[in-house]
């Protein structure tokens, strides 16, 4: 059986290689005249939309269950759940050169139940020596749009593969509400903390292109790092008859958050330059 799966395979991709010969898109060095392979040429425009999600759960059933740090940290029930959808369009103002615009959305949800037990450092069972520092469901949107601009690198000369560096110059604006999971931390923690935030910056990315046809493709990114400013303010309600303390701070540099080094899949679709008459 392993051996009937094996044949099968090579006979598969043997085959998708001599279509890919035989339709030239990996040929080496197809424009003489430049010297090089031209992954996608000027005047070509691009429409398409990218994506991620992520899981991880750091969950358990029991009090002891979960993720531990050096014996002592301990997240018991904890889960984030990050999403994000981009479309975009954009145009070759040279070969393997492209500017456009960039539109994104991003969200997360995250449940944390984040302890500090030092019963096994003390060897004691005193339950008042496991201690509960943040018990918080947080929900977060953001919308953000940049200028972005991407330069393709055939990969040895093919047309079928390329890497790409992309630069954006972005804009966002977004917001997180947070409240305690149980009743018992609302007067501790507040019973509900609002934040916006807006933000500018630098992005940069890098990626794989992966031709389809000659008018599409799947490229996978990664956002490598952030450099910018943000604005953010707090609102955190404390409860009826109670004051509301509000905060605001701005900053200015690496930007830390769930989108760095996560992969988006994408969608492309290449339009090809209207030929003149």
Known sequence: MKRVLVIACSLLCLSAFAQTQESGILDRFTDPSKGRTVFISKGHRAAGVSGTYRYFNAGGEQDGDGYHILSMLNIGNGSLHYYSIAPSYSWFAADDFSIGVRLEYTGYTLDSDLKLDIRQVT???????????????????????SLAARRYVSFFG?????????????GNYGWVKSWPLDE?????????????????????????CVRLRD????????????????????????????????????????????????????????ILPKKKR
């Not at 060897?123 to 749009?145: T, V, W, Y």
């Open 123 to 145: 060897g004691s069972d005193d339950p008042e020596l496991n201690l509960r520092l943040m018990c918080r469901h947080m929900n977060s949107n953001s919308f953000g749009a």
């Open 158 to 170: 093919s047309k079928m593969f390329a890497v790409f560096g992309e630069g954006r110059l972005y």
């Open 184 to 208: 018992d931390n609302i007067e501790k923690e507040g019973r509900r903390r609002n934040t916006t935030a807006w933000g500018a910056g630098i992005k940069l990315a890098g990626g794989l």
């Open 215 to 270: 008018n599409s493709a799947l490229t996978l990114s990664v956002p490598i790092v952030s450099v910018g400013y943000t604005h953010t303010h707090q609102d955190k309600q404390q409860g009826v008859g109670k004051e509301n303390n509000q905060a605001s701070m701005s900053s200015f540099g690496l930007n830390r958050n769930a989108e760095v080094f996560s992969i988006h899949v994408g969608y492309v679709r290449y």
